[in-house]
């Protein structure tokens, strides 16, 4: 079956700082993977698929079949990043959708 | 329209009511689930339903029952909940069944008493 996994629950970091947000899974054929967001008192919405290898709001991902990892990364975070993001993954021919169970990013001033 | 609605916003009910909840898309989206999401905790995806038939059902108790009267139109049935059911309960629909990202609801804050 297929499983996603976020290692860490909470991550801090400073404004203009790096940002790696980890995620792994195993599945036994192609996954699409994808990372959501949800911002306070927001609903939950799409930030990047690997697919279509877009970087949106300065947020890039990209997919290691060897290493099984679709870790999201921003070169410089702001505040207004600071969020609760879940990778998920999709299985094609009638396979579930799964979250992981979501990092919590906070950027402090 | 590109959005996802539910109502109600909120809901409390008591153990032996019955109640519903409802979502709808007006994106063509031939695919909608219902997920729960209790705090601080990942959403679980409960049904899928895929060009108005019921594609998948994570073993969710018979006291949730879903139905699909159209393709914009998804409900979800609530009966004899218990305690433990008191959750946000989220609406996505998809163009198409698992392979396309999905649009999100806000969700219905659930109490049961």
């Known amino acids: 079956a297929q499983r996603v996994t976020q290692p860490e629950k909470l991550l801090s970091v400073f404004k203009g700082a790096p940002v790696e947000l980890k995620c792994n899974y195993s599945?036994?054929?192609?996954?699409?993977l994808f990372w959501y967001v949800q911002y306070s008192r927001q609903r939950l919405q799409l930030l990047l698929r690997?697919?279509s290898r877009e970087s949106i709001k300065g947020f890039t991902a990209d997919l290691n079949k060897g290493e099984t990892s679709f870790h999201l990364k921003k070169p410089f975070a702001q505040e207004e990043d600071s969020a609760m993001y879940y990778c998920?993954?999709?299985?094609?021919?009638?396979?579930?959708?799964?979250f992981g169970p979501g990092t919590r990013l906070s950027v402090l001033p | 329209d590109t959005e996802v609605t539910q109502t109600p916003k909120h809901l409390v009910m008591g153990m032996t009511n019955k109640k519903s909840l409802k979502c709808e898309q007006h994106?063509?989206?031939?695919?909608m689930y219902w997920y729960k999401q209790k705090a601080k905790k990942p959403p679980e995806l409960m049904f899928v339903?895929?060009?108005?038939?019921?594609?998948i059902n994570e073993s969710v108790p018979s006291r949730f029952s879903p139905e699909c009267p159209n393709s914009s139109l998804l409900n979800l049935h609530l009966h004899a909940l218990q305690p433990e059911d008191s959750a946000l309960y989220l609406c996505?629909?998809?163009?198409?069944?698992?392979?396309?990202?999905?649009?999100f609801g806000p969700g219905t804050r659930l109490t049961v008493t």
């Open positions: 996505a629909s998809s163009q198409e069944r698992d392979t396309y990202e999905q649009y």
């Open positions: 599945y036994s054929g192609s996954p699409e």
């Open positions: 690997h697919i």
């Open positions: 998920a993954l999709s299985g094609f021919g009638g396979q579930n959708f799964v």
């Open positions: 994106m063509g989206h031939r695919a």
């Open positions: 339903y895929s060009y108005e038939k019921l594609s």
